[in-house]
């Protein structure tokens, strides 16, 4: 079994910066590919963001491909998204999620664990 907390949501202005965090316990939770996801209001949760744990290779939503990185610190059991040059359109609940498959996966139902969700809210 796998746990997930995730940290680091907030305010902030557009144009700003912010870094979550997940933090993941359990037994083999390093071997897990570990992804990002978020939900709008009313809206689907969608991919955001993800990294295998095979070959540290990573996939990012065509909406933020160059703003944001995921990284991860297997030692740690901890996952990272840095969000750059925020938008309001970014602004939803953010979700970590990990899935066995140890590659780049992009579906939710491909996850079997998930976080509890962190608000970014980005003003204009």
Request: proline share 2%.
């Amino acid at each position: 079994q796998v746990q997930l907390v995730e940290s680091g949501g907030g305010l902030v202005q557009a144009g700003g910066s912010l870094r979550l965090s997940c933090a993941g316990s359990g037994r083999t939770v390093s071997s897990y590919t570990m992804g990002w996801f978020r939900q709008h209001p009313g809206k689907e949760r969608e991919f955001v963001a993800a990294i295998s744990w095979s070959d540290g290779r990573t996939g990012y939503a065509g909406t933020v491909k160059g703003r944001f990185t995921i990284s991860r610190d297997n030692a740690k059991k901890m996952v990272y998204l840095q969000m750059n040059s925020l938008k309001p359109e970014d602004t939803a609940v953010y979700f970590c999620a990990a899935s066995v498959r140890g590659d780049i996966v992009v579906l939710t139902t491909s996850y079997s664990y998930w976080g509890q969700g962190t608000q970014v809210t980005v003003s204009s």
